[in-house]
C-alpha cells in the first residue's frame, strides 16, 4: 500500500514537472504574436484598460517574468530526480518542496498594484493555489504526515492543487488576454 502511494506521488509530479518542460520547448520569449479576447458587453470597471497597450505590455511583462521563475523552480525539480517522495533521507522532497516555495516567494513577489483590479484578484487566486500547494509539500516532509495519508488520499489532494493552480493559471490567462495580452 505505501509503495503504491510513493510511487502515485512520484509519477504525479514527474508528469506535471515533464509536461510543463516540454511545453516550454513550444514557448518563445520572441513571440510577437498577441492573443485578444473581446470582451463585450462587459461591465467591468475596469473596461477603460481594455484597449490600452501600456496595460497590455505590462501583464505580458508579470506573465514572462512567472514562467522564468517556473522554469527556473522546474530546474531544481530535476536536480532532485523522480524520487521526490521516496527518498529515505527526506533530502528529495525537501529540495523540491524549497523549490516550489522559491517559485512561490519570486512570482508573489511580482508587483501587480498598477494592474487592473480584475487582473490583480485573478492573479492572487494563483499565487494562493501555489501557495497551498507548497504548503502541502512542506508538510510531507515529515514521513510520519505522509504515512498518515492513504494512497487515495494523497492521490485526492495531489489532483486537487494540480487542477487549482490550472483552473487559476488559466483564468489569469483569460483575463490578461481580454487586456490585450500575450498571455502563452
Known amino acids: 500500500m505505501r509503495s503504491k502511494t510513493i510511487l502515485s506521488i512520484v509519477a504525479f509530479?514527474?508528469?506535471?514537472?515533464l509536461s510543463a518542460a516540454f511545453a516550454n520547448i513550444f514557448i518563445t520569449e520572441t513571440q510577437t504574436e498577441s492573443v485578444y479576447i473581446p470582451v463585450?458587453?462587459?461591465?467591468?470597471?475596469n473596461s477603460f484598460y481594455r484597449n490600452d497597450p501600456v496595460i497590455a505590455d505590462k501583464i505580458t511583462a508579470l506573465i514572462r517574468q512567472d514562467n522564468r521563475n517556473g522554469r527556473e523552480s522546474d530546474r531544481a525539480y530535476y536536480d532532485y530526480g523522480a524520487e521526490i517522495f521516496s527518498?529515505?533521507?527526506?533530502?528529495?522532497?525537501?529540495?523540491?518542496?524549497?523549490a516550489v516555495e522559491w517559485y512561490v516567494e519570486q512570482s508573489s513577489s511580482i508587483n501587480a498594484?498598477?494592474?487592473?483590479?480584475?487582473?490583480?484578484?485573478?492573479?492572487?487566486?494563483?499565487?494562493k493555489a501555489w501557495r497551498d500547494c507548497s504548503d502541502f509539500l512542506n508538510r510531507m516532509k515529515k514521513p510520519s504526515n505522509r504515512a498518515?495519508?492513504?494512497?487515495?488520499?494523497?492521490?485526492?489532494?495531489?489532483?486537487?492543487?494540480d487542477r487549482e493552480i490550472t483552473r487559476t493559471w488559466k483564468e489569469v490567462q483569460l483575463n490578461g488576454a481580454n487586456y490585450g495580452a500575450d498571455v502563452y
Open 113 to 127: 498594484s498598477d494592474l487592473p483590479s480584475d487582473f490583480q484578484i485573478k492573479w492572487r487566486e494563483h499565487m
Open 148 to 161: 498518515a495519508l492513504t494512497s487515495e488520499e494523497l492521490k485526492e489532494v495531489e489532483a486537487f492543487h
Open 87 to 98: 527518498s529515505s533521507d527526506n533530502s528529495a522532497i525537501s529540495g523540491y518542496a524549497k
Open 13 to 17: 509530479i514527474a508528469a506535471f514537472g
Open 40 to 45: 463585450y458587453g462587459s461591465k467591468s470597471t
